[in-house]
């Protein structure tokens, strides 16, 4: 279903569409809702109806700031009280501008592929701050950065995995907030980390380390700064949370320009596969034979794949079961294979295939909607095309990783050329990793 928002609403929740409303009796709520819902009586048109019961407070929220403004100047009596209606303040919770959204109608099992579509700009989105699932109601919270995201998400239609997403902005009540809060309090660590959103005006490390090593910043002492000329952020950590706190809480002009600063939230793990695992400083000299029996003697299990990545020294191994990861971490402390330590990882699950020997005319747009055809591909919704006509390569990340494996099952011609089409491992690098190294 569309739910067409204006984008005004976001700076209408900057001044105040909610009001506050106190002398009530809290034996009668559902009097008071069906009083503030009734236009004659207050001159508005109610969106939204909380009750805080700790608090002995009701929120009413109107379509616009003017008509929270002129309830106000209202004398309301009802139920034989007249009640105390103020607006409510900017910095409550439940007036600040709404960045999340709710999503009913939703598979709550496929939590990484609603937040890899809800990520993707094409689609309405964009940065994610927090997801949160509910599988008891069968109901998925996202929050975003920016509230603009969030109403812009609701402007469109959405079907995902085949179903039809019921998306609306979502405002959570302070009760909400503060168990959200506490939640991230008790289960994060300190957050040290700013981003900041500069586009194309990137300037040199050392401008950035300088400014918020400076008392103008609000800052302290830099940890680290690490620059994503692709998406235009600058990441800046600091030794201490609290400088990340403080600079977040300020206005930053750099070099002249304008600087948006916010704390840098790390994205949840992904998910791993079971079954393959990543061994890392492994000899060149090491024979395919003996790589296989060590890997047999640490898992209990004979790989039944060995794929080698482009650094040589690192190499994936593939298992018909799932190997004991841990026991397999402890091992690798304790023996050594032709005198190194080899140290083990667990294989983030892919969204992405590498498809080689493009015909030369093969152009970007023809990937994408040949890969988003179910029926000619087994595909579907593509995130993204990383083209690379001169070696007649690209990447294809779809939205749904579960996709991968359906198009690994049948052969792809394309523009008369037939393609070689195989899983994508970042961990393998570029060239996808070979089998046949050794």
Do not use: W
């Amino acid at each position: 279903m569309l739910h067409t928002i204006s984008p005004d609403i976001v700076k209408d929740h900057q001044r105040c569409c909610t009001v506050m409303v106190q002398g009530f009796d809290p034996s009668n709520l559902e009097l008071y809702q069906l009083y503030f819902e009734n236009p004659k009586k207050t001159g508005g048109t109610s969106t939204d109806f909380y009750v805080n019961e700790n608090e002995n407070i009701i929120y009413v929220t109107f379509l616009t700031p003017e008509e929270a403004e002129k309830v106000t100047k209202l004398t309301h009596t009802v139920g034989g009280r007249q009640l105390q209606v103020t607006l409510a303040p900017i910095d409550d919770p439940v007036t600040s501008p709404p960045c999340t959204i709710k999503i009913t109608g939703c598979d709550p099992e496929k939590e990484e592929l609603y937040r890899l579509y809800f990520e993707n700009p094409r689609r309405g989105g964009g940065a994610i701050k927090d997801l949160v699932v509910d599988k008891e109601k069968q109901v998925i919270y996202i929050t975003f950065e920016e509230p603009e995201t969030a109403v812009n998400v609701c402007n469109k239609t959405h079907k995902v995995g085949g179903c039809d997403l019921e998306v609306s902005l979502h405002v959570p009540t302070k009760d909400e907030k503060s168990i959200n809060q506490t939640q991230e309090a008790d289960n994060q660590e300190p957050l040290k980390t700013v981003q900041l959103q500069v586009g194309k005006k990137i300037q040199s490390e050392d401008n950035y380390l300088y400014y918020f090593e400076s008392k103008r910043s609000g800052g302290g002492e830099v940890e680290k700064i690490s620059i994503d000329q692709e998406k235009g952020i600058v990441y800046v950590t600091f030794v201490q949370p609290e400088a990340a706190a403080r600079v977040t809480d300020r206005q930053h002009i750099i070099c002249g320009e304008p600087i948006k600063v916010s704390l840098f939230v790390p994205p949840a793990p992904k998910p791993t596969y079971p079954n393959k695992l990543l061994f890392s400083n492994v000899s060149k000299s090491t024979t395919h034979d003996c790589l296989s029996l060590f890997l047999e003697f640490l898992t209990g299990l004979e790989p039944a794949e060995l794929i080698y990545a482009d650094s040589l020294e690192d190499v994936l191994a593939v298992f018909n079961e799932e190997p004991d990861f841990e026991k397999v971490q402890e091992l690798c402390q304790k023996k050594c294979l032709e005198g190194r330590k080899i140290s083990v990882s667990r294989v983030p699950i892919t969204n992405c295939i590498l498809v080689q020997n493009l015909n030369k005319n093969t152009t970007e747009d023809t990937i994408m909607y040949y890969f988003e055809s179910k029926k000619r591909s087994f595909g579907g919704p593509v995130e993204k095309v990383n083209f690379d006509s001169g070696n007649s390569r690209c990447l294809v990340f779809f939205e749904d990783h579960e996709v991968v494996d359906a198009v690994l099952t049948k052969s792809h011609v394309l523009d008369g050329q037939e393609l070689r089409v195989k899983r994508y491992l970042e961990c393998l690098g570029p060239s996808g990793g070979s089998k046949d190294f050794k």
